[in-house]
Nanobody, 118 residues
Framework: QVQLVESGGGRVQAGDSLRLSCVASGRTLSRYDMGWYRQAPGKERDFVATDSQSGGSAYYAEAVKGRFTISRDNAKNTVFLQMNSLKPEDTAIYYC???????????WGQGTQVTVSS
């Protein structure tokens, strides 16, 4: 079992930056592909970014490409999402995900709220 705890959300102005953190306990994050997803009010949960298990490949949703950066520190069992040039449409609850397709493991954090005002 893996427990994921997100932090770093908050209320900011358009153009500001935030850095989200996701700390894992239970197992080492190096076993997992790590991702960030978000869910805006009244909408489905959407993909934001993912970082492969090997750390060699990162992919982003078009809406955040060039503004957001996913990274991980396996020694600290932590994944980050650096969010720059935030827009009001980035307002959502942001969730951390750990997935291992080979074993079928799939874990989610409780989410952290990001609110961007214009």
């Amino acid at each position: 079992q893996v427990q994921l705890v997100e932090s770093g959300g908050g209320r900011v102005q358009a153009g500001d930056s935030l850095r989200l953190s996701c700390v894992a306990s239970g197992r080492t994050l190096s076993r997992y592909d790590m991702g960030w997803y978000r869910q805006a009010p009244g909408k489905e949960r959407d993909f934001v970014a993912t970082d492969s298990q090997s750390g060699g490949s990162a992919y982003y949703a078009e809406a955040v490409k060039g503004r957001f950066t996913i990274s991980r520190d396996n020694a600290k069992n932590t994944v980050f999402l650096q969010m720059n040039s935030l827009k009001p449409e980035d307002t959502a609850i942001y969730y951390c995900n750990a997935e291992n397709l080979a074993t079928g493991e799939d874990y989610w954090g409780q989410g952290t709220q990001v609110t961007v005002s214009s």
